[in-house]
């Protein structure tokens, strides 16, 4: 079984930061991708960033240029790196891990975090 627990989030002010982090623990063997979710009330579930086991990134739009994800794949961690964060960034927010191979039987799963909130309000 894999674990994916989150860290890092909280109440900022609009224009602050904040950084995530989400770490993979248990029979691994491999992480295809890990990425960051997004939701809020009445909203959907909508992908933040995500990035590969070699280092490609795929971003939200409404957070291009304003959040960075990073990975250090021999701790299967992924960081959110949140700067210039507005209300609208307001949701609880989720780490994904995508196509995890087990280290015991080869199987190919996905799994989720239990999500961290993240409050961006004066």
């Known amino acids: 079984q894999v674990q994916l627990v989150e860290s890092g989030g909280g109440l900022v002010q609009p224009g602050g930061s904040l950084r995530l982090s989400c770490a993979a623990s248990?029979?691994?063997?491999?992480?295809?991708?890990m990425g960051w979710y997004r939701q809020a009330p009445g909203n959907q579930r909508e992908l933040v960033a995500d990035i590969t086991s070699g280092g490609s990134t795929n971003y939200a739009d409404s957070v291009k240029g304003r959040f960075t994800i990073s990975r250090d794949n021999a701790k299967n961690t992924v960081y959110l790196q949140m700067n210039s964060l507005k209300p609208e960034d307001t949701a609880v927010y989720y780490c994904?891990?995508?196509?995890?191979?087990?280290?015991?039987?080869?199987?190919?799963?996905?799994?989720w975090g239990q999500g961290t909130q993240v409050t961006v309000s004066s």
């Open positions: 248990g029979s691994i063997l491999a992480i295809t991708a």
């Open positions: 994904n891990a995508r196509g995890v191979y087990s280290s015991i039987n080869w199987l190919r799963s996905d799994y």
